[in-house]
């Protein structure tokens, strides 16, 4: 290559490099150029967690359809104000949330949808053996040990043996605390879960500036946290709650003879999703499945 | 007073200098070090308390690095087609009307501990080459100190080599406590003066009309190789002041060398070859070629460094006031890939070789302390050639480390503040997409190095070429490890006064394969 010949392509890369740099810069900051040219600071949103066959609608229009592979959507180049986000699935519960959004900034929104019927499997107290199946032979049924172990959830003692074990040792374990209270709140790591009357609690007691997405919002540019969040003001008091499969951003609610999932997130148009209808329900969340109880019987949620 | 007298001539470290001038040195000898960690702990600093900024550096960093990555591989493919031409040509024709048969080829192959195949196959290379034969004075460079092994093999080099060319000698090194580092640099000085005393000035063999070819022990040439030498030489405008540059292959034993060792051993050629396409930024390296009148003038090798193969081409430009310069050949030699016993001894074999190359940043204080003593260089020249030392060994030894590893870093340690902006969310996908693009131009390397191979064994599969071509997907995990690493380790090195010594590569090349 001639000296000339480099010298022009040398010139036509920096010219390049000039050009693109602040156009490439400008755009990832979500600088865009508006329609009658002028220049326009707009946001995102990123819809996370959809379940993949979902629709994804931004104020009413169809923007996509999730796969397994990209269950996540971000929603770039949106200009300042509120947006409602819709996200359907057939035989699952809509998932909505209005959303604000800011200049050159993102708001991320977890999807929380469970299917409208969740088949509870029943856990048999008894099992029968196979193997000596002669008609002549009366085969004997034998008690499910893990009936026992999960039934043994459901008991006051060992409730607060699961849950007062981590209070101070100070504390007596004939002491009948009330689980997920105020005083005695179900505990997350950091995270506080509790009840008071109709309404679930969230609180975060660790470093603030590490905490959670959920108790953080814009205000004025600047992002605020605060360390405790009302998750959902219910209709009827709460008679149990736990943290929903491990998940710190969901819980689970009973109330009178329905169990609930809710999310934490603050969301204007959440509404908690039925999970199971009973006569006389109660839940435990042990080994990241949830087991019911209703009178005799005895399940575990398919979820 | 000519530079070539002045005490800072054959300077190897700071050290050997005193006073102020010590310490000027000892700072040059601290800044690319300083540079290249300013930048990577810069970067982390600046992603923690300004992700912002980062952010922004990283984009128009990623952007450069496309850009430049485009530039260089016009470049790659403009000089592979000039090369595949020079392979083509008949040397021996362009030759016809050029009166050259009063040029001498000496040829100095130094020799430490390497197997005796190795030695053969280069000597017999030469052997075979084109070129008349009894023009060629070729030298076994030995040193003293390799025991009867090397020795042996000498004799039996001599045994059978002796009436091929028109003078074939054996040299013996004695290494010098007083001012000389064991090396390639101390034996082939000794050892081009003794062939000056014993060959040139014994036959009246004038010194403007031999060509001095300082090899590597594994050099294999291909055979017009003099020829075209020859014809450079004599075509070049300043051929006195000129050194000339091959391009290294590293064929000789690239069907047994593991994929990695392949990876790093082409990209060398291809940044060699990049490299030829801009002469005004070339030196010496490896493996390289000048005329003996120039080679003695410059006093021969410098004999207290490493990297005497650059140094060569500075000490010439420093002491001819910047009238220098690097012709190149186009042409290629072939040397042996890295090959050791097993895997992993080739990993760290490759390791200690680009170390070793690295170290040519020792020639950077040389340099840029040569141009503030020399005030008859021209301004622009020593401009031109800082701004080029100074780039050059920065981004060889972070480069790779910004765009592989730091480049999300914002993302990571920026704060929730930066996290939740569109810039945070769009970095990521910038740089991977600007990566992909510039790993595009991997295919044009994948093409070209095949293009390259020497012709395929029968015992070598289809398979084996096919995995040839996809060895490059390699390069990110070898331009890192194989690259930036092992540059920052000698910068570092050289930052804290730790000289390394000459390391001989392990020659090994498996014949049973």
Not at chain 1, 51 to 68: A, M, P, R, W
Not at chain 1, 198 to 203: C, K, M, P, Q
Not at chain 1, 279 to 285: A, H, L, Q
Not at chain 2, 253 to 274: C, D, H, K, Y
Request: aromatic letters at 14%; a positive charge.
């Amino acid at each position: 290559m001639t000296m000339l010949k480099r010298r022009i392509l040398t010139g036509i890369f920096s010219l390049l490099f000039l050009i693109l740099a602040p156009i490439i810069i400008f755009y990832a900051n979500g600088t865009i150029m508006g329609d009658d040219w002028n220049i326009l600071a707009t946001g995102g949103v990123l819809v996370r967690s959809m379940e993949s066959g979902s629709q994804l609608f931004v104020n009413g229009k169809l923007k996509d359809i999730t796969s397994f592979f990209t269950r996540d959507y971000f929603l770039k180049n949106l200009r300042p104000g509120v947006y409602t986000i819709l996200v359907k699935k057939d035989n699952y519960n809509d998932w909505s949330n209005m959303i604000t959004v800011y200049p050159n900034k993102v708001v991320e929104s977890i999807v929380f949808m469970l299917p409208k019927e969740i088949n509870v499997t029943e856990i048999k107290k008894f099992i029968v053996e196979d193997g000596l199946s002669s008609s002549s032979i009366k085969q004997t049924p034998k008690v499910n040990p893990n009936y026992e172990v999960i039934d043994a959830l459901f008991s006051t003692s060992s409730l607060v043996k699961k849950y007062v074990s981590v209070l101070s040792t100070t504390t007596s374990t004939s002491t009948k605390y009330a689980i997920g209270t105020k005083e005695n709140p179900i505990r997350n790591r950091h995270l506080l879960l509790w009840s008071e009357k109709d309404t679930a609690f969230l609180a975060w007691d660790g470093d603030i500036d590490s905490a959670p997405k959920i108790f953080c919002k814009y205000i004025k540019d600047t992002i605020k946290c605060d360390s405790q969040l009302i998750v959902y003001s219910f209709e009827t008091k709460i008679i149990n709650l736990d943290f929903f499969l491990g998940e710190t951003e969901k819980i689970l609610v009973l109330m009178g003879d329905k169990i609930y999932a809710i999310e934490a997130e603050q969301n204007q148009n959440k509404k908690p999703q039925l999970l199971y209808k009973g006569k006389n329900p109660d839940f435990r969340v042990f080994n990241n499945i949830i087991y019911i109880k209703d009178g005799v019987f005895l399940g575990q949620a398919e979820i | 007073m000519d530079y070539k007298n002045t005490p800072y001539y054959r300077v190897g470290r700071a050290a050997d200098l005193h006073g102020k001038d010590r310490l000027i040195y000892r700072l040059l000898e601290i800044l690319p070090g300083f540079l290249s960690w300013a930048t990577i702990i810069g970067t982390v600093l600046v992603s923690y308390f300004l992700p912002f900024w980062a952010a922004v550096f990283i984009i128009v960093f990623d952007l450069y690095w496309l850009l430049k990555t485009v530039y260089l591989s016009m470049h790659l493919r403009q000089n592979w087609k000039k090369m595949k031409h020079n392979m083509a040509v008949d040397w021996e024709k362009m030759l016809l009307n050029i009166k050259y048969d009063h040029i001498y080829h000496l040829i100095l192959l130094p020799f430490y501990d390497e197997n005796i195949d190795i030695v053969e196959k280069s000597l017999q290379s030469l052997a075979n080459s084109k070129y008349n034969k009894s023009k060629m004075i070729v030298v076994l460079a030995t040193e003293a100190k390799t025991g009867k092994q090397a020795e042996i093999i000498a004799q039996e080099m001599t045994k059978k080599f002796t009436g091929f060319f028109g003078y074939f000698c054996v040299t013996k090194h004695f290494l010098k406590a007083t001012d000389e580092m064991p090396g390639k640099g101390s034996n082939i000085a000794f050892s081009a003066e003794e062939i000056r005393r014993k060959v040139l000035d014994k036959n009246m063999i004038k010194y403007e009309d031999v060509i001095v070819s300082a090899f590597d022990i594994d050099t294999v040439i291909y055979p017009q190789y003099f020829e075209c030498l020859t014809w450079n030489f004599l075509t070049a405008e300043e051929p006195l002041k000129s050194s000339f540059q091959p391009v290294p292959f590293y064929n000789n034993n690239i069907w047994e060398a593991p994929a990695l060792s392949r990876v790093v051993a082409v990209s060398g050629t291809f940044w060699q070859m990049i490299q030829q396409e801009r002469p005004e930024r070339l030196s010496t390296f490896s493996s390289h070629s000048v005329c003996f009148k120039t080679l003695f003038e410059t006093g021969y090798w410098q004999k207290n460094m490493v990297s005497e193969d650059s140094r060569i081409f500075w000490n010439s430009f420093l002491a001819r006031n910047g009238d220098y310069q690097v012709v190149p050949m186009t042409y290629p030699i072939s040397m042996d890939a890295n090959l050791d016993r097993n895997l992993w001894h080739t990993i760290k074999s490759i390791y200690k070789q680009q170390r070793r190359w690295a170290w040519g940043v020792e020639n950077m204080p040389y340099a840029l302390f040569g141009f503030i003593k020399n005030n008859a260089i021209p301004f622009y020249q020593k401009l031109r050639f800082t701004f080029v030392l100074i780039e050059g060994f920065w981004s060889w030894a972070t480069n790779p480390i910004m765009i592989f590893l730091l480049g999300w870093l914002p993302v990571i340690i920026g704060g929730r503040h930066f996290q939740s902006t569109v810039l945070s969310y769009n970095l990521p996908v910038l740089t991977r997409d600007l990566m992909t693009l510039a790993m595009l131009g991997l295919l044009t390397s994948a093409a070209i190095s095949i293009s390259l191979l020497p012709p395929r064994p029968d015992r070598v599969s289809w398979r084996q070429v096919f995995f040839m071509f996809i060895q490059w997907i390699f390069v990110p995990i070898t331009v890192t490890i194989f690259g930036a690493i092992p540059a920052l380790d000698a910068q570092t090195r050289l930052m804290f006064g730790k000289y390394m010594g000459f390391w001989v590569t392990p020659k090994f090349r498996n014949y049973n394969k």
